[in-house]
């Protein structure tokens, strides 16, 4: 029973950590424009991010060494340094979104203006990275996350056509009046979204943060996969409500009420409720998240003392990098950026990082000499090397394919 | 430590360390003796922004070198001398405690009590 | 070498006056497709509000928001479109007919959003219906970038 609660509960922070505002607004603007045509890419980015996910927690549970630490040994410390001054910034990047992410969230409710909140927001962030018991923390925004799967059950509700959503989604087809350039790009921005760079450093932290060692592989593994395809089905039943009730009027998301029209047409007041419950937990989580990771990455690389569960003092640099990049993600919210557009960046730019973050997880766990009998099976490699490949020609892809659809128009 | 170590792969850029299983740097360099007769032989890891700024070379790391010499008031890099290194692996394990090592973890101190310090709560543990 | 270069440059130039008027015609055309769909989508999510609103299925401050940000961006694609310039006469018509139509639907999104401002809630799906007009003409001009 212990194991099962154990489980249940390495899930929940999976889907917590998984579910941010990248994925909803994407999930949701995707779903309006393109329907159910972008729903393998979902596929295809959950097994991905499975793999490396799992991939990364068992290299940091066998060697005890987290993401950036390996990239460095590996890569050497100059391309070590150029990967992370790139994750950094795509990471503060996201940060920034997250941040008015739930101060919309508040603005959903409130009709205050988002940008009134933002501070509030920043000084919780910074109070419970701060002070409060993290387990604490994890467990209740993936608990309250899941009033997200409103989402789901309002596709049931809006009573679909299930053969002509199961004949779009296995027949994707660009929509008329969009070029494939476009379509391209939002794939990109689609697995960007699913696949995001600060989930993989975070994860290999807390497993050494937690002291996860060789018995917890098992463990980890399950959580991962459990975890990714709840969220994956969260994911897809977004890009559904909006194809449902979105899509057919013309209605384009450019802001997050658009996002929960959908589940507000299907379960009024109490389904806006709970969509902004879980907004609000699910894209917390990703605050405190994105704002750990920065300092990860930094802290990692050079090899400084770092810790969600050390005292401030004791890993001064870390907490100093953190505090900075609080305050910084902050100013930037408030010179009034539209938060939708940050998103759509950040989860883009998101996909460039990724080739040489993974590169050395994938050369690290087919190393004997650190992982013993934890080496990657060929079923692992089969996937590792086939998704490396994917990111790398999508990195490739990135910048052109911005340039040539003008930011996605 | 008889087998052969590969310092590029075996050492730099390792984790380091302490006694107590305290982290307390990367390898960022090495250093090296020259004798006019026999190879050369390892005498010190070398750890910090200095030691950093000299590996990365270029100008980038002429500027990190000059940048910490500013702030830590030298740009002499700082020495672990290899005969506290006790054990060699994923990481590299020290036979001392961190706060017996020369000059480590003066920016974390520095911080600690002119900036991190002062904010409230900064004491007490999260958990 | 440069004599080549002045060729090119004389040739490009040429060349481009020729493809130019027809090309610039197809971009303004797709110019007010994009408005007319952008209008559209501000306008569609109003009237769903207004039908949630109406119904008693959306609260107060999540309606005002909504209609509001309708209208902001309605009224920002309508300023965006009127400072283009329209490429020659032939399509001052056009834009006429665009801005009429753009106009028609801000205003009644200008006067939803007033009335969810003063919480006359049930009143919006009657406001709305008035947009049926404007949206009919936008749906055509979304299509001007085709013919």
Same mark, same amino acid.
């Given at each position: 029973?212990?194991?099962?609660?154990?489980?249940?509960?390495?899930? $929940?922070?999976?889907?917590?950590?998984?579910?941010?505002? @990248?994925?909803?607004?994407?999930?949701?603007?995707?779903?309006?424009?393109?329907?159910?045509?972008?729903?393998?890419?979902?596929?295809?980015?959950?097994?991905?991010?499975?793999?490396?996910?799992?991939?990364?927690?068992?290299?940091?549970?066998?060697?005890?060494?987290?993401?950036?630490?390996?990239?460095?040994?590996?890569?050497?410390?100059?391309?070590?340094? /150029?990967?992370?001054?790139?994750?950094?910034?795509?990471?503060?990047?996201?940060?920034?979104?997250?941040?008015?992410?739930?101060?919309?969230? /508040?603005?959903?409710?409130?009709?205050?203006?988002?940008?009134?909140?933002?501070?509030?927001?920043?000084? $919780?962030?910074?109070?419970?990275?701060?002070?409060?018991?993290?387990?604490?923390?994890?467990?209740?925004?993936?608990?309250?996350?899941?009033?997200?799967?409103?989402?789901?059950?309002?596709?049931?509700?809006?009573?679909?056509?299930? @053969?002509?959503?199961?004949?779009?989604?296995?027949?994707?087809?660009?929509?008329?009046?969009?070029?494939?350039?476009?379509?391209?790009?939002?794939?990109?921005?689609?697995?960007?979204?699913?696949?995001?760079?600060?989930?993989?450093?975070?994860?290999?932290?807390?497993?050494?943060?937690?002291?996860?060692?060789?018995?917890?592989?098992?463990?980890?593994?399950?959580?991962?996969? $459990?975890?990714?395809?709840?969220?994956?089905?969260?994911?897809?039943?977004?890009?559904?409500?909006?194809?449902?009730?979105?899509?057919?009027?013309?209605?384009?998301?450019?802001?997050?009420?658009?996002?929960?029209?959908?589940?507000?047409?299907? /379960?009024?007041?109490?389904?806006?409720?709970?969509?902004?419950?879980?907004?609000?937990?699910?894209?917390?989580?990703?605050?405190?998240?994105?704002?750990?990771?920065?300092?990860?990455?930094?802290?990692?690389?050079?090899?400084?003392?770092?810790?969600?569960?050390?005292?401030?003092?004791?890993?001064?640099?870390?907490?100093?990098?953190?505090?900075?990049? #609080?305050?910084?993600?902050?100013?930037?919210?408030?010179?009034?950026?539209?938060?939708?557009?940050?998103?759509?960046?950040?989860?883009?730019?998101?996909?460039?990082?990724?080739?040489?973050?993974?590169?050395?997880? $994938?050369?690290?766990?087919?190393?004997?000499?650190?992982?013993?009998?934890?080496?990657?099976?060929?079923?692992?490699?089969?996937?590792?090397?086939?998704? #490396?490949?994917?990111?790398?020609?999508?990195?490739?892809?990135? #910048?052109?394919?911005?340039?040539?659809?003008?930011?996605?128009? | 430590?008889?087998?052969?170590?590969?310092?590029?792969?075996?050492?730099?850029?390792?984790?380091?360390?302490?006694?107590?299983?305290?982290?307390?740097?990367?390898?960022?360099?090495?250093?090296?003796?020259?004798?006019?007769?026999?190879?050369?032989?390892?005498?010190?890891?070398?750890?910090?922004?200095?030691?950093?700024?000299?590996?990365?070379?270029?100008?980038?790391?002429?500027?990190?070198?000059?940048?910490?010499?500013?702030?830590?008031?030298?740009?002499?890099?700082?020495?672990?001398?290899?005969?506290?290194?006790?054990?060699?692996?994923?990481?590299?394990?020290?036979?001392?405690?961190?706060?017996?090592?020369?000059?480590?973890?003066?920016?974390?101190?520095?911080?600690?009590?002119?900036?991190?310090?002062?904010?409230?709560?900064?004491?007490?543990?999260?958990? | 070498?440069?004599?080549?270069?002045?060729?090119?440059?004389?040739?490009?130039?040429?060349?481009?006056?020729?493809?130019?008027?027809?090309?610039?015609?197809?971009?303004?055309?797709?110019?007010?497709? +994009?408005?007319?769909?952008?209008?559209?989508?501000?306008?569609?999510?109003?009237?769903?509000?207004?039908?949630?609103?109406?119904?008693?299925?959306?609260?107060?401050?999540?309606?005002?928001?909504?209609?509001?940000?309708?209208?902001?961006?309605?009224?920002?694609?309508?300023?965006?479109?009127?400072?283009?310039?329209?490429? +020659?006469?032939?399509?001052?018509?056009?834009?006429?007919?665009?801005?009429?139509?753009?106009?028609?639907?801000?205003?009644?999104?200008?006067?939803?959003?007033?009335?969810?401002?003063?919480?006359?809630?049930?009143?919006?799906?009657?406001?709305?219906?008035?947009?049926?007009?404007?949206?009919?003409?936008?749906?055509?001009?979304?299509?001007?970038?085709?013919?």
């Amino acid at each position: 029973m212990k194991q099962i609660l154990t489980i249940a509960l390495g899930v $929940l922070t999976a889907i917590g950590g998984f579910m941010d505002i @990248g994925d909803l607004v994407t999930d949701a603007l995707i779903g309006a424009r393109f329907g159910l045509a972008l729903v393998w890419v979902t596929v295809v980015a959950v097994i991905g991010i499975t793999a490396y996910s799992e991939m990364c927690g068992r290299v940091a549970a066998v060697t005890q060494r987290t993401v950036f630490d390996l990239v460095r040994e590996r890569l050497g410390p100059r391309v070590a340094l /150029f990967n992370i001054v790139g994750s950094y910034m795509v990471n503060a990047l996201t940060l920034v979104a997250e941040l008015c992410g739930v101060a919309l969230a /508040f603005e959903l409710a409130t009709n205050v203006n988002y940008m009134l909140w933002v501070p509030l927001v920043a000084v $919780l962030a910074f109070l419970v990275v701060w002070r409060m018991p993290f387990e604490i923390m994890e467990r209740l925004y993936g608990v309250l996350g899941l009033a997200l799967f409103v989402f789901v059950v309002a596709v049931w509700q809006l009573g679909p056509d299930w @053969g002509q959503m199961a004949h779009d989604v296995t027949h994707p087809t660009v929509p008329p009046g969009e070029g494939t350039p476009t379509y391209l790009f939002y794939a990109l921005v689609m697995l960007g979204a699913q696949m995001t760079p600060y989930e993989v450093f975070f994860f290999s932290s807390g497993v050494v943060e937690h002291g996860w060692d060789r018995d917890k592989v098992g463990q980890i593994r399950v959580n991962n996969v $459990l975890g990714y395809v709840i969220g994956g089905v969260l994911a897809i039943g977004i890009q559904a409500t909006a194809y449902l009730v979105l899509q057919p009027r013309g209605i384009q998301v450019a802001h997050l009420s658009q996002t929960v029209l959908p589940v507000v047409t299907a /379960f009024g007041q109490v389904g806006l409720a709970l969509v902004i419950v879980g907004i609000f937990a699910a894209v917390f989580g990703s605050v405190l998240e994105t704002l750990l990771a920065s300092g990860y990455t930094v802290a990692h690389h050079f090899g400084w003392r770092w810790g969600k569960f050390e005292r401030p003092v004791n890993a001064a640099r870390f907490s100093t990098v953190i505090l900075v990049t #609080l305050l910084g993600a902050a100013g930037f919210a408030l010179t009034t950026i539209d938060p939708i557009k940050i998103t759509i960046y950040a989860v883009y730019l998101g996909v460039l990082t990724l080739p040489l973050t993974w590169l050395p997880i $994938l050369v690290i766990a087919n190393d004997r000499r650190y992982m013993g009998a934890e080496v990657n099976g060929r079923l692992a490699n089969a996937v590792g090397v086939v998704y #490396l490949v994917l990111v790398t020609v999508a990195a490739v892809a990135a #910048l052109p394919l911005l340039i040539a659809t003008k930011g996605g128009l | 430590m008889t087998d052969v170590l590969h310092a590029g792969l075996d050492l730099l850029d390792r984790q380091i360390v302490d006694r107590d299983g305290e982290l307390v740097g990367k390898v960022d360099d090495l250093e090296l003796t020259d004798p006019e007769d026999g190879p050369p032989r390892l005498v010190a890891l070398l750890t910090g922004a200095q030691a950093y700024g000299t590996r990365l070379g270029g100008r980038l790391g002429g500027w990190i070198v000059s940048a910490a010499g500013r702030l830590g008031g030298t740009k002499q890099p700082v020495r672990i001398p290899f005969e506290l290194v006790e054990k060699v692996g994923p990481s590299i394990r020290l036979s001392a405690a961190v706060s017996e090592l020369e000059r480590v973890e003066r920016v974390d101190h520095w911080l600690r009590d002119n900036f991190i310090g002062r904010i409230p709560g900064a004491g007490n543990a999260p958990e | 070498m440069k004599r080549l270069l002045l060729f090119g440059l004389t040739a490009a130039v040429v060349f481009g006056a020729c493809v130019g008027p027809s090309r610039t015609d197809r971009d303004y055309r797709r110019k007010v497709a +994009n408005t007319a769909e952008a209008v559209i989508s501000a306008v569609e999510s109003a009237r769903l509000t207004a039908d949630l609103a109406t119904a008693g299925r959306a609260p107060a401050p999540y309606v005002a928001l909504r209609l509001s940000e309708s209208e902001e961006s309605a009224a920002a694609v309508e300023t965006g479109f009127a400072a283009v310039q329209p490429p +020659n006469r032939e399509l001052d018509d056009l834009r006429t007919e665009t801005l009429d139509a753009v106009g028609a639907a801000t205003e009644v999104l200008a006067r939803l959003r007033i009335a969810a401002y003063r919480g006359e809630l049930h009143e919006l799906r009657e406001i709305a219906l008035e947009l049926e007009g404007p949206v009919g003409r936008l749906r055509d001009l979304t299509k001007v970038a085709t013919s």
